[in-house]
């Protein structure tokens, strides 16, 4: 009988999103009866030292200058974000190589491991994609290997035929397989002949009263109720003229709950605060305090819904438009996905969503998402 699961999904850093999939499917999973820990599977750390060089070989090579962030800014920058993870998740000790992989799986005797969820097959997101289909414990027949809304990201196959062939024999190995997009249920098909369940992402497995648990009422900022929350990951000219128009037309105030800068402009600078994150739990009640929703992530997507907020997605092609299409599909909101250069979402803004219908919806697709993973234990 399955009871003890190990989760293995991308390094958990300063991503809302990521950070919070984790902790919505081991809670889910805990509720279920299950002890879960998830895996602190990373690349190892850059010397300070090796980023400069690495920054000045990338000068040369390109004539860009790229400045990293040190280790010491970096534990300022993330402090927040570590703080939750440490809080809120059981997360294991760091492991560098799916080597080490192996041997702690294996000591620490689990008897399943589920990989998901997130991008954890997008190759450009992913350390060692061969990792997140287990090849390292192709072998091992005693522990049971499932997918859990397992994303590729985007909607083109990103394999050559010789990984090809490996992924479809390595996926053979596994118990229950499920993807987060409809896109991701036609790749398996065609690329890998499997079929696969379409299952939610996890975040949206919680409600949004298990969310709204982790804030801390003393620390309650009422300063953005009734504003526009803007949550966009790729700025631009053409998104800042879009929120400048959408904030005139509901004559609403915005505010943002992210990084002022995401990037360094020279080795050394002093005042670290525009790139700290803020809270996790802040970004949360970013959501339940706003009017309205301008975003281009995914999660951010996500977190409207479940707080059911009228909103519209700004699309972001470069970080894959397949997820959010899929994802609002689901809900039959597939206008919420809108263009810069498309003049219709001022129209679109003043449309009352039915979130009785989409709740609904939620609910059914929650409960069907949910007996899948305990079935995939079970059996």
């Not at 954890?120 to 997918?147: C, G, M």
Request: with cysteine; proline share 2%; glycine share 2%.
């Amino acid at each position: 009988m399955t009871k003890k699961i190990a989760i293995l999904t991308q390094p958990l850093h300063v991503n809302f999103g990521g950070t919070l999939q984790a902790f919505a499917l081991q809670k889910t999973l805990i509720s279920m009866g299950y002890e879960v820990e998830t895996l602190n599977y990373n690349l190892k750390k850059s010397s300070d030292l090796k980023k400069i060089l690495s920054s000045l070989k990338h000068k040369i090579l390109s004539n860009k200058s790229i400045f990293p962030f040190f280790e010491k800014e970096l534990q300022i920058v993330r402090a927040e974000h570590n703080k939750f993870i440490k809080n809120n998740l059981k997360y294991s000790k760091s492991l560098y190589s799916h080597q080490d992989l192996k041997n702690y799986i294996e000591s620490q005797s689990f008897d399943a491991v589920i990989i998901g969820s997130d991008q954890v097959w997008r190759v450009a997101y992913s350390p060692r994609i061969e990792s997140f289909f287990l090849d390292f414990l192709s072998h091992n027949n005693q522990i049971k290997k499932i997918t859990y809304s397992a994303s590729f990201g985007i909607d083109q196959w990103q394999f050559d035929e010789n990984k090809t062939i490996e992924i479809k024999r390595l996926l053979r190995k596994f118990q229950s397989v499920s993807v987060r997009e409809k896109s991701a249920v036609e790749l398996c098909q065609q690329y890998l002949d499997i079929e696969v369940k379409h299952t939610l992402d996890p975040t949206l497995l919680l409600e949004a009263k298990e969310y709204l648990e982790l804030l801390n009422p003393k620390q309650k900022n009422i300063n953005n109720i009734g504003k526009i929350f803007v949550y966009v990951l790729d700025k631009n000219k053409s998104k800042e003229k879009m929120i400048e128009n959408i904030s005139r037309e509901l004559d609403k105030e915005i505010f943002y709950n992210q990084p002022e800068k995401n990037n360094k402009n020279s080795y050394f600078i002093k005042d670290l605060e525009p790139y700290i994150y803020p809270p996790i739990e802040s970004w949360i009640e970013s959501f339940f305090d706003a009017d309205f929703i301008i975003t281009d992530s995914f999660h951010g997507t996500v977190f409207s819904i479940l707080f059911n907020k009228e909103f519209i997605v700004i699309n972001n092609e470069d970080r894959g438009n397949a997820r959010f299409e899929s994802l609002l599909e689901l809900f039959d909101l597939k206008d919420r996905l809108v263009s810069c250069h498309d003049e219709g979402y001022l129209k679109l803004i003043r449309k009352k969503t039915d979130f009785e219908q989409v709740n609904k919806k939620l609910n059914k697709l929650r409960l069907d998402s949910s007996k899948w993973l305990e079935d995939s234990l079970l059996n």
